[in-house]
């Protein structure tokens, strides 16, 4: 067993090099590594008929994701998967993410709930928000006496 001195500016350094990776602020010759939770892009639009929420899940399998629309919140939840097919690969940087996600968006009051429809094709999944249909307000004539 070695004996090894006390150095305090050396233990002030250590914890300024795990505050700072703690804080993604890179040190010298590091680059930033962004940690943050994954949260798949998403595009909302608004035809006549309904809304469309389009989301982006590469390399998610259908199996794996899940819509609710619960109480005017709608949810996308999921997850994707890291592949260790081949333990002799090397892998000399990782930047997507994996892990678990999940989306909520309020839903406008004119939704019909019973005709949402969701479909999963090519990594994208088509929430279609169908708005409900109001009747139109009838025109009377009315005399006036």
Known sequence: MNIVRWDPFRELEDVSVRLNRFLNRPEKGEEALIVADWAPMV??????KEYLVKAELPEVKK?????????????LRGERHQVKDDKNAKFHRIERSYGTFVRSF????????????AEFKDGVLNVHLTKAQVSKPKNFDIKVA
């Open 43 to 48: 595009d909302i639009q608004e035809t006549d």
């Open 63 to 75: 199996e794996d994701v899940k819509v609710s629309l619960e109480n005017g919140l709608l949810t």
């Open 106 to 117: 309020s839903v406008p009051t004119d939704v019909d709930e019973a005709k949402v429809v």
